[in-house]
């Protein structure tokens, strides 16, 4: 049996042996934060209201690989931001997000490699979820080098920008131990929809993007790897044609 197989069959649930907590796993902020000394961008509020009716967005969904030359504003990136992660409900307890998340625990953090966006310089930024504001990680053009990251897929370089959604396993580790990460990547799954469709409701269109180096995207985010590592990108841009 290869891992993949194993990995399945040893995360099921069993009726006789109920699930344990893994008490020696890290507790974790619920959230990242950049230290002060990282530049901040406030992001526009965003809509929390309107936009396309959704089976009209479900029905004109597709993936977009071609992308035009031009911008795309910084309240459209902040709306498809929001839609990936935003707050909707605060509870002191909890930050509950526009996306379903097991247990609440939230263990994604969202990255964007901006390309061509209207008043942010090229670079890298992270979503800070409860500011609803970007945190500059590295400035630079970096869009060859997360395409080359990605197998050379061209749509990277001509996007507008590239989401990126690490995860930081041992937020949900603690409570779901080893099948965690079946949620992990249905979290990330529910946040690239919503990108999918927030994204046809702009006028832009999307692309899911799991083929790619892991340990170089970890590289340019500057991540390790092992306690945050990167599992999936969206690329978004105003369609070519
Ligand atoms: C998990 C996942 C990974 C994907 N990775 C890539 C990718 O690396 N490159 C790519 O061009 N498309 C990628 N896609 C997009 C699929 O190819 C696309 O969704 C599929 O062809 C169906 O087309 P549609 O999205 O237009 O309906 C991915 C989609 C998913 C859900």
New binding site residues.
Partial sequence: MRIGDEFQNQTKYFRDSSPAMAANEKVMPPYKEYPADHPRITLPEPMREGGKPLFTLCSK???V?RYQQEEVTLASLGQILWAAQGVTLNTGRHLFRTVPSAGALYPLETYVLANKVDGLAKGIYHYEVPGHRLTEVTSGDFGPALTHA?LG?K?VQQASCTLIWSMIAARAKRKYSQRAYRYIYMDAGHSAQNVALAAVSLGLGS?????FFDQEVNDLLGLDGQDETAIYLTAVGIPAG
């Fill in positions: 969904r597709r993936s690989r990605a897929q749509m692309c899911q993007i799991a083929a």
